[in-house]
Each structure stands twice: as structure tokens, then as C-alpha cells.
């Protein structure tokens, strides 16, 4: 079945105590990319991927880091972090380039809470 | 720079007919519409290319004028399952990986 997966669905950390959080994707897409969503605020992109080792900020970038040495897994991670990030989190992917229309596939979202 | 949707919110009782609207200061591309259930992933339902198309999907269907860069949403015959919030996602070039999406409307449909 094709589908993006996310690790783990539900967290609750302190500040400042480094975590990540993991997404894979069984589509060979080559564009990923993590979004936060906040009340009355939508989906807001945090980081994306074009491709294996090519990342760029998003929106909404300050206090996340990504990689992307696999094309399949693209995780988020929080060196430090802060009750400002407590969030719902969606990583999605697409088609890329190759693509026309590119329509994301979201993956089921993780719950942070930073206390 | 985020599209505007409008309404905020909406409630109907089922049966009624629903508009959601999407507006960018941008010239677009496409415009991608999603729905997502109260603690769920977005569900896509539909995407518009550049060329003022309309697309259908059962009682749902879709409109896009590339002229004044908005996009409007159409439920028909609103049924108990159509509550969710629903989020316009729109891409500037032909192709574009990257989504910029509205804040949301909240579609409320009552029995």
C-alpha cells in the first residue's frame, strides 16, 4: 500500500531535550517536505526536499533541522525544543519534478507537546 | 504569501449547498483542494490547473479563474460527512513541488 509514515504519532517531551521525529514514504517520491499545523493558522511548511542531500527552509524553519540521506526517509528533528513548538506535524511527499500535477501524500501527523 | 480563504467557519444543515472560496495575491499555477477530519491526515479531492478549468467529484466540484487567481469549492446537497475543515493549497509554476496553503474552513454540517 502505498503511503508516508510517521514516527511517532503522539509525544510529549520537556524543553530542551533533543527528539526526532521520522517519516518514510514507499512511493520513490522524490520531494518531501514536513508542515506544521497550528489553530487558525493552516498548514505552514517547515522544511522540504527536492531530492537525496538537497534541502531548503520552508515558511517556518527556525528551531528544526532535516536530512534526507535516503530518498524514502526524511525525518524532523528538534535539537532543542521549546513549548513554541508544541504542534500538530505532517510530513507529505510528491512526485517532484516528474510530476505535473504533484499531489501531496500526507502522512497520518505526530502530536507534540513541549512542556 | 498564503491564499485567503473565506468563510472561517461555516454551519449548514444537511442537504444545504456550500461555497468555500480561495483567493491569492499571486498568479497560479494549480490549485489543490484538501479535507481533513477532526485529529486525521488532509484527504486530497481535487486539483485545478491553469486554464479556468472545473472538475467534479460526485456532489463536490470545483472552480478555478487564473484571471483573478481564486478558486472557489462547491458542495451540493451537503451530506453529514462532508464536516471536516477544508484547505486550498495553491502552486505557482507548472509542476511546482511546493504547496502554500490557506488557513483552513471549518465546514460544519448538521442533521
Known amino acids: 500500500e502505498a503511503q508516508v509514515t510517521q514516527n511517532p504519532r503522539y509525544l510529549i517531551t520537556v524543553t530542551g531535550k533533543k527528539l526526532t521525529v521520522t517519516c518514510s514514504q514507499n512511493?520513490?517520491?522524490?520531494?518531501m517536505s514536513w508542515y506544521r499545523q497550528d489553530p487558525g493558522l493552516g498548514l505552514r511548511q517547515i522544511y522540504y526536499s527536492m531530492n537525496v542531500e538537497v534541502t531548503d527552509k520552508g515558511d517556518v524553519p527556525e528551531g528544526y533541522k532535516v536530512s534526507r540521506k535516503e530518498k524514502r526517509n526524511f525525518p524532523l528533528i528538534l535539537e532543542s525544543p521549546s513549548p513554541n513548538q508544541t504542534s500538530l506535524y505532517f510530513c507529505?511527499?510528491?512526485?517532484?519534478?516528474?510530476?505535473?500535477?504533484?499531489?501531496?501524500?500526507f502522512g497520518p501527523g505526530t502530536r507534540l507537546t513541549v512542556l | 504569501q498564503q491564499p485567503v480563504q473565506s468563510p472561517q467557519a461555516v454551519i449548514l444543515r444537511e442537504g444545504e449547498d456550500a461555497v468555500i472560496n480561495c483567493s491569492s495575491s499571486k498568479a497560479l499555477y494549480s490549485v489543490h483542494w484538501y479535507r481533513q477530519k477532526h485529529g486525521e491526515a488532509p484527504v486530497f479531492l481535487m486539483i485545478l490547473l491553469k486554464g479556468g478549468e472545473q472538475k467534479g467529484h460526485e456532489k463536490i466540484s470545483a472552480s478555478f479563474n487564473e484571471k483573478k487567481q481564486q478558486s472557489s469549492l462547491y458542495l451540493t446537497a451537503s451530506q453529514l460527512s462532508y464536516s471536516g475543515t477544508y484547505f486550498c493549497g495553491t502552486g505557482l509554476i507548472q509542476g511546482a513541488q511546493k504547496l502554500v496553503f490557506g488557513q483552513g474552513t471549518r465546514l460544519t454540517i448538521n442533521p
Open positions: 507529505a511527499s510528491n512526485l517532484g519534478r516528474r510530476g505535473r500535477t504533484n499531489t501531496q501524500y
Open positions: 512511493m520513490n517520491h522524490e520531494y
